[in-house]
């Protein structure tokens, strides 16, 4: 059974600083993976997907990584602000179509 | 990219009672998954509904306490039935649009039970 693993559960951070959230996964054989933002109370939006033939993706101040062989994914957010304050989910799928399963997030302050 | 609706965004229940949720995509899709968030947890996958087939349900959901429709490929439903205070959480619904696996997530039914 897939389990992922967020660490770490929370991160406060002051503005301007570069920080790195880390996801695992225990079966290697993943279609892709997904990182998630989400805000309290509210749903969840997609931030960057990886698919399992990839090592990376970026999107502005954000680069996420993937190791699959080792079971590995890092969200690499660069110069915070208080606006990226949220909780941040990994999520892998085993194969197209099914299900995602997620980590328990990080939730991440940045403060002013 | 899909634009994903629910109703209600909340309520407020009694326990014994049933809450239908609704799940409105502007376009058409193949599946439509159904997850809960507990307080303070992840999300766990409770079904996947295709159109035309009875949903397939995960370890622990079952359909009496979790009926689910899908008349069509852009709507679905989730029923909780005989709610109790356990069942107070977020329901979401998700899908991928054709020709992408990105997941996008509707806004979420907050639900408490009392």
């Known amino acids: 059974k897939q389990e992922v693993t967020q660490i770490p559960a929370a991160l406060s951070v002051p503005e301007g600083e570069n920080l790195v959230l880390n996801c695992s996964f225990t079966?290697?054989?993943?279609?892709?993976l997904q990182w998630f933002r989400q805000d309290p109370g509210k749903g969840l939006t997609s931030l960057l997907l990886i698919q399992s033939s990839q090592r990376e993706q970026t999107s502005g101040r954000l680069n996420a990584s993937l190791d699959k062989s080792s079971g590995r994914s890092t969200l690499y957010i660069a110069a915070s602000q208080p606006g990226d304050s949220a909780t941040y989910l990994c999520?892998?799928?085993?194969?197209?179509?099914?299900?995602?399963?997620f980590g328990e997030g990080t939730q991440l302050t940045v403060n002013p | 990219s899909a634009v994903i609706s629910q109703k209600p965004s909340r309520d407020i229940c009694q326990r014994g009672t049933s809450l239908t949720i609704q799940c409105q995509v502007d376009s058409q899709v193949t599946m439509m998954f159904w997850y809960r968030q507990q307080p303070g947890q992840s999300l766990t996958l409770i079904a996947t509904a295709n159109q035309g087939s009875e949903a397939t349900y995960e370890s622990g959901f079952v359909i009496d306490k979790f009926p689910i429709s899908r008349p069509n490929l852009t709507f679905s439903t989730l029923t909780v039935s005989n709610m109790s205070p356990e069942d107070s959480s977020i329901y979401l619904c998700?899908?991928?649009?054709?020709?992408?696996?990105?997941?996008?997530f509707g806004p979420g039914t907050r639900l408490t039970v009392l």
């Open positions: 079966d290697s054989a993943i279609y892709n």
């Open positions: 999520a892998v799928e085993e194969t197209s179509g099914s299900r995602l399963t």
């Open positions: 998700s899908t991928n649009p054709t020709g992408t696996d990105t997941q996008y």
